[in-house]
């Protein structure tokens, strides 16, 4: 009895440890897969784009740099309110997705999702020194006015 009880001891240990570090593996494995997606859809195209485009998504997409609402974070005194509308925030979420100046400039999606479909921005235009191919979400990008 005793011993039977010590092996079952033993094997509960054994299950308990299997099955926090599967479960703890799998929870990192789904995170990473997350970040993948972010990464393989955004971030893969992005590393192409020109500089301005680069710097301006990254700091909408993280929320971090050069937007009001991140000064505001960092400084209480500084105001959060978005320097093109004046009527909400200036996080990057307003930036990218929702403020009027936005579509002044040529915005067309309403989410990061949309975006992030390379396809859909992508557009061929005809030019006498050769035809080439515009994507739509860098050019919105370089146009940010972000300081
Ligand atoms: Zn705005």
Request: charged share 40%; glycine share 10%.
């Amino acid at each position: 009895m005793a011993k039977a009880g010590a092996e079952l001891g033993d094997e509960d240990e054994g299950m308990q440890k299997v099955i926090t570090e599967g479960g703890l593996r799998q929870e990192w494995k789904r995170q990473r897969a997350e970040e993948r997606k972010v990464k393989g859809t955004g971030m893969g195209r992005v590393v192409k784009w020109n500089r301005k485009a680069r710097v301006n998504y990254v700091h909408c997409r993280t929320g971090k740099g050069n937007l009001q609402a991140w000064r505001h974070v960092l400084d209480i005194d500084q105001p959060d309110e978005c320097r093109k509308c004046g009527r909400y925030a200036e996080t990057g979420r307003h930036v990218a997705l929702v403020c009027i100046h936005g579509e002044e400039i040529g915005r067309k999606w309403g989410t990061w999702e949309d975006m992030d479909d390379p396809e859909r921005w992508r557009k061929r235009v005809k030019d006498p020194d050769g035809d080439y191919e515009l994507d739509l979400i860098e050019e919105f990008f370089s146009n940010l006015e972000l300081n």
